[in-house]
């Protein structure tokens, strides 16, 4: 990661290439760590990798790119495995959580789903699981059934699945910035924040729950175990990581990628220094947190293979007759967008890892008239099309968290209990994308 930086700050591409050799190093010697997926990944990245090379030597820059810019992406899943660390165990994280949980039935759902956007900027996935163990009884009662419970679980993995549309901390958000050359990044993040904004208040007044994950009826307040000055802590604390990865981006010209891989452990090592010891030395916390670098070694592998992957494919898609035709004015069109806003999570759902389909759609796309001429829409459409998979993909993190929170197949989460939000996304989102293609006109 420090030669992936150093590279990007002094423009030195040898210093780049190392780091992307090292990576590939690193996950050689993480191989009996990996999950089985990771592993298949790995193996037809390559594959795909030497056969380009056998055959087509003249493309090698353009894979070293792939590489290396799938090295900024694994890089960044690390240091989310690192913050994670010190965020999931402090009081204060805790407490936020507590405070949404108490609030009016009728207002808890919107309550979670807004506060687990926010808390996802640092905690990420981990904002599920301590939903899901906040609503868990102190007496052990088995609640995986409970209907209330499980639309606190909803709730929180929506809004974690919300956040990647317009956070510059999140993988699909640097897949879809790194893709697109065109696109203006800050405005992408402007029209993505109100985007997901006018979604929360839409899905606040109707959560669209299955009926195994319903509130409760009755209007009285849950009993307030945390603080509403807790929650502020919190969220001020996001706002800051925003703010330092968005000045960062804008002073240095790193990537937003980059801009985050060198935020997060900063503010982690910050966070570890100032939070209460309990006792425990910081060397010691310190070795905790630094071990979590490779918490996320298989979703490293995998975001890092999908990219080496998608560009393998985009060349071979580049190389054949389609390209002269996918290239010219004729596809820069508004139904090409909605064609790929359905084909994301379409694929997601058949199990195939979002990342594949951003990348090669971003990667084929984005230099042509449609990526040059509609940056944002195209933006859009990638960005709102990859929270869409994360929704309907039965592999994804998030759904294998909520199924084993309310002890249902992973499967029934993605293909029945978000269908009808997803659907209700993708129509909004299809009205903005339009609305932004005018624009762009």
């Known amino acids: ?50 056969i380009c090379l056998l055959f087509w030597p003249e493309v ?5 790119t792939a590489l290396v810019q799938g090295t900024g992406f694994a890089g960044l899943m690390m240091v989310l495995g690192l ?16 405070y949404l949980l108490s609030f009016r039935p009728k207002h808890r759902y919107g309550g979670v789903l807004a506060g687990a956007q926010f808390m996802a900027l640092m905690f990420n996935i981990g904002i599920i699981a301590m ?29 974690a699945a919300l956040v990647s549309i317009w956070s510059p901390m999140s993988l699909g958000f640097a897949i879809v910035t790194a893709g697109v050359p065109a696109i203006e990044p800050l405005q992408l993040i402007v029209v993505a924040f109100g985007f997901t904004t006018v979604l929360l208040l839409v899905s606040g007044a109707w959560p669209l729950l299955p009926e195994e994950a319903q509130l409760p009826v009755d209007d009285r307040r849950g009993e307030t175990l945390g603080t509403k000055i807790s929650l502020f802590k919190v969220l001020g604390a996001s706002v800051l990581l925003l703010m330092l990865t968005i000045s960062l981006h804008r002073v240095l010209s790193l990537s937003f990628t980059l801009s985050a891989v060198v935020v997060l ?61 996918l290239s010219n004015g004729g596809f820069a069109s508004l139904p090409t967008l909605l ?33 040059q001429s509609h940056p944002l829409a195209l933006g859009l459409t990638l960005c709102i099309g990859w929270a ?10 998030m759904n294998l968290i909520v199924g084993r ?37």
Request: net charge positive; hydrophobic share 55%; with cysteine.
């Open 60 to 64: 090698a820059p353009r894979l070293m």
């Open 1 to 50: 990661m420090l030669l992936l930086i150093g590279g990007a700050l002094f423009h030195n591409s040898d210093l780049s290439e190392l780091a992307a050799l090292l990576s590939v190093i690193w996950i050689a010697t993480q191989w009996r760590r990996l999950i089985p997926l990771a592993r298949l990944f790995v193996g037809l990245a390559s594959v795909c990798f030497v």
């Open 388 to 397: 869409l998979a994360i929704c309907v993909n039965p592999i994804s993190a």
């Open 131 to 159: 939903i899901g163990d906040l609503t868990q009884p102190t007496d052990g009662r088995d609640v995986r059934h409970d209907p209330a419970r499980r639309a606190m679980v909803m709730a929180a993995m929506r809004g």
């Open 405 to 441: 929170f309310c002890d249902v197949p992973a499967s029934r989460v993605a293909h029945v209990w978000n269908v009808r939000f997803v659907a209700v996304t993708f129509v909004l989102a299809a009205l903005l994308i339009g609305f932004v293609f005018q624009l762009e006109g």
């Open 83 to 98: 913050l994670r660390q010190p965020v999931k165990r402090a009081d204060v994280t805790r407490e936020a959580a507590e």
């Open 265 to 325: 452990p900063v503010f982690s090592l910050i966070w570890l220094a100032i939070e209460p010891s309990r006792g425990v030395a910081y060397g010691d916390r310190l070795k905790s947190a630094l071990a979590a670098l490779a918490d996320l070694r298989s979703e490293s592998a995998l975001f890092l293979s999908a990219n080496v992957i998608g560009a393998v494919l985009s060349i071979a898609i580049q190389a054949s007759p389609l390209w002269p035709i």
């Open 339 to 371: 064609v790929c806003l359905f084909a994301i999570p379409l694929a997601a759902a058949l199990y195939l890892p979002n990342s594949i389909m951003v990348v090669l759609t971003a990667q084929v796309l984005g230099p042509t008239v449609l990526g």
